[in-house]
Every structure is written in structure tokens, then in C-alpha cells.
């Protein structure tokens, strides 16, 4: 495997939990606009995006493979925790 293989391996391993924590931190700003005002977009996509990734290693190193929908659940489970604590428990 070449080095940019690698690389395009990794890149669609984590893509799930980045486009998730994208959505998820865009939509979060968008309804509940007034309270999370002092968060910033930045900031609950990295706590979002970094639990949804832990969540993704989680569930490849537990079920040996990646794509599982437990793995997608927790993954979703993980991501909407991480931007609960990061807008509304640590602002």
C-alpha cells in the first residue's frame, strides 16, 4: 500500500464522524441560536468531531471492522453528548 492509499484509507475512515460533527455543530448553532451565541462554530465541531472519531475507534477496535450501525448509534450518541457539554455545560 502506498503512502497516499494510506492516507485516502484514514480520510474516508474518519469522514463519517467529520461530516457528522459538521451537521450536527451547524444545526446545534442554528436552533438554539440565542443560547449557544457565545459558542463558537470552531469549537463544538472539534468536542464533536473528536468524540464522534473516539467512537468510530471504539467500535472498530470492539466489532474488527468499521461501518457497523452500533458504531454509527454511539458514534451519534457520542457526537450529540460532546456538543451538550461543549455549548451549554462548559460556556
Not at 440565542?34 to 470552531?42: E, I, K, Q, V
Not at 471504539?58 to 461501518?67: P, T
Request: charged fraction near 10%; charge should be positive.
Amino acid at each position: 500500500m502506498s503512502p497516499l492509499d494510506a492516507a485516502w484509507h484514514l480520510l474516508n475512515l474518519f469522514a463519517p464522524a467529520l461530516g457528522t460533527a459538521a451537521i450536527a455543530a451547524t444545526l446545534a448553532k442554528l436552533v438554539w441560536r440565542r443560547d449557544l451565541r457565545a459558542a463558537r462554530w470552531s469549537r463544538l465541531f472539534g468536542w464533536s468531531a473528536g468524540a464522534a472519531s473516539l467512537m468510530l475507534l471504539a467500535g472498530l477496535a470492539v466489532f474488527g471492522v468499521d461501518g457497523r450501525m452500533a458504531t454509527y448509534g454511539a458514534m451519534a450518541l457520542g457526537c450529540a453528548l460532546a456538543l451538550w457539554f461543549a455549548g451549554f455545560v462548559r460556556s
